[in-house]
């Protein structure tokens, strides 16, 4: 991520270190696992409408964008390797194909070079991008979906953890 800050009146960029993006995305995937952990074996399956994702299906999917996001990233091509049941049936299965598909995606990323992340690649439309956006676009993807996971537990009664701990009531006013 770029950092901007003024320099003798002109506005600079400077690079967010490739370690302080990886701790961002870790502390991402942190609590969407807590979110996953919660759900119980028997929604795993359940979705709101025919032609929507399963619990299930996101979770897969999420392991599977990740692996996408570094395809790109490293080898310059966008690579879906899909979100079907061969990558897990159980809630313990889509949890350990979720995890594999993180442990992946983060050697990878540990073995980029910082001057690797300002690199152009081309995002799903064509458009040139660095590749550390590509890492933060990761990031508000799985966030995204880990919305997703929230409103299908909360419509099956399940009450998703809190994101940083403590309920909005429970802060002092």
């Avoid at 889509?94 to 995606?105: D, E, G, K, N, P």
């Avoid at 953890?161 to 802060?171: A, N």
């Amino acid at each position: 991520m770029v950092k901007s800050r003024k320099c003798l009146g002109v506005e600079a960029m400077e690079l967010i270190p490739k370690k302080e993006l990886i701790a961002h995305f870790e502390g991402v995937r942190k609590r969407t696992l807590n979110y996953a952990r919660e759900i119980p074996e028997e929604l795993i399956d359940w979705r709101p409408g025919e032609d929507k994702f399963s619990i299930g299906d996101i979770i897969r999917h999420l392991g599977s964008a990740e692996l996408m996001f570094l395809h790109a990233i490293t080898e310059k091509e966008w690579k879906y390797p899909g979100h079907g049941l061969d990558k897990g049936r159980t809630k313990q299965e889509v949890l350990h194909y979720l995890q594999a598909c993180h442990s992946a995606v983060m050697s990878g990323l540990h073995a980029l070079e910082e001057e690797h992340l300002t690199a152009k690649v081309k995002n799903g439309l064509g458009y040139e991008i660095s590749a550390w956006r590509l890492i933060m676009a990761m990031a508000e993807h799985e966030i995204h979906h880990r919305g997703q996971l929230s409103a299908y537990m909360q419509a099956n009664q399940v009450n998703p953890p809190q994101i940083f701990g403590l309920r909005i009531e429970q802060i002092p006013q």
